[in-house]
């Protein structure tokens, strides 16, 4: 019986990948639910109305990709907010990891802790031990505007500002 249980779990594994590996641009965002930084609930079908959104999944607060990657979207932040852009940021940290990155670095921008990994998996993004480096923006109605599968930290920034100006 174990043993049964074990290969439906992982089929049902696999099947969970295979959707969110198949997210394409004009794919439907899966919904989710997570704590931000701040303490509240955000829950992706709310926060259409503040659209366009872009979610980046990052490893981990405070190393150098991820802090460059942050940084860079606070610096022109003012872009950001100016293209009516809400920026969420998702890695597998702590609420109490995001507090202090965002203090550390003064980040104007909401970070979700996805401790359980659930909503880097919804979006194909989840890795053993860290999300996995991915940026998506997601329009008013909940599709998928872009897709970013290998970002850079160095370019993202103004990657997604390029991306937003044109919408």
Do not use: W
Request: charged share 20%; aromatic share 8%; glycine share 8%.
């Amino acid at each position: 019986m174990k043993r049964i249980g074990l290969v439906i779990g992982m089929l049902s594994l696999v099947g969970a990948n295979a959707r969110a590996d198949g997210l394409k641009v004009g794919s439907p965002a899966p919904d989710f639910t997570a704590l931000a930084s701040d303490g509240s609930r955000v829950h992706l079908i709310e926060m259409l109305d503040r659209a366009p959104i872009v979610l980046y999944f990052y490893p981990k607060d405070d190393t150098p990709g991820c802090t460059r990657e942050a940084c860079g979207i606070r610096d022109n932040f003012s872009a950001f907010h100016d293209l009516k852009a809400t920026v969420l940021g998702v890695s597998y940290d702590s609420l109490s990891s995001h507090q202090k990155f965002i203090q550390k670095y003064h980040l104007p921008f909401l970070l979700l802790s996805d401790t359980d990994h659930a909503v880097a998996k919804a979006y194909g993004a989840d890795g053993l031990l860290a999300a996995k480096r991915q940026t998506f923006m997601i329009d008013k109605h909940g599709l998928i505007l872009y897709i970013n599968r290998s970002v850079n930290p160095a370019t993202q920034s103004l990657e997604l500002q390029n991306l937003l100006a044109q919408l």
